[in-house]
């Protein structure tokens, strides 16, 4: 099942990777019976989370929130079109700017090269309402979640849901402790 989640142009935003109510939503809607479920498409939904760290939101406000108050400081700002906020964010690689909405959280902008999602956002490192977790880490909660769901934790069960993204068994006890982490913030 799809979970629907607007976002208007130009932001491009990731949920799945960087807002908790939207990873909890999705999981919500694709519990089911590990042999109803098309775990090909859950896989390939979750492929979209990458392999590196991310930051993800943990804040009170809604995402139409989020956006409205990006959306009115690129507006405030005369940064709202493509090469003015293409100027003002850089367009290197490693070109960002960083603001501040109301509740005191951090958003990173960058820019995309696309015509009509340009405004790349996410939280920022280390900001308020945010924690940064590896992407295995949280594709293995996910899945374990999703696919076995069980409330007492077990390596093998970690490792049985990892194996449906192809990533390799757990050996690592910080490892093992840091999904089962995720698993816990997960289900809160």
Not at 73 to 87: D, Q, T, V, W
Not at 101 to 108: A, E, F, I
């Amino acid at each position: 099942m799809d979970v629907t989640f607007h976002i208007p142009e130009p932001i491009l935003f990731n949920p799945l990777k960087h807002y908790l109510p939207f990873i909890r939503e999705f999981i919500n809607s694709n519990i089911a019976e590990e042999d109803q479920l098309p775990v090909k498409d859950l896989v390939k939904k979750l492929k979209h989370i990458g392999t590196c760290v991310m930051d993800i939101y943990t804040g009170d406000m809604p995402s139409e929130k989020i956006f409205r108050e990006v959306l009115e400081f690129l507006g405030l700002n005369s940064i709202s079109a493509k090469e003015p906020y293409k100027k003002w964010a850089g367009d290197s690689f490693r070109s960002y700017r960083i603001i501040t909405l109301s509740d005191s959280s951090q958003w990173t902008l960058k820019y995309y090269n696309n015509e009509a999602r340009y405004v790349h956002i996410f939280p920022a490192r280390s900001s308020r309402h945010t924690f940064r977790v590896k992407a295995n880490t949280l594709k293995s909660a996910i899945l374990y979640y999703i696919l076995i769901g069980k409330d007492y934790i077990t390596g093998e069960d970690l490792n049985r849901a990892r194996a449906y993204m192809g990533l390799s068994p757990v050996k690592d006890p910080a490892d093992t402790e840091a999904i089962t982490e995720m698993i816990e913030m997960l289900r809160r």
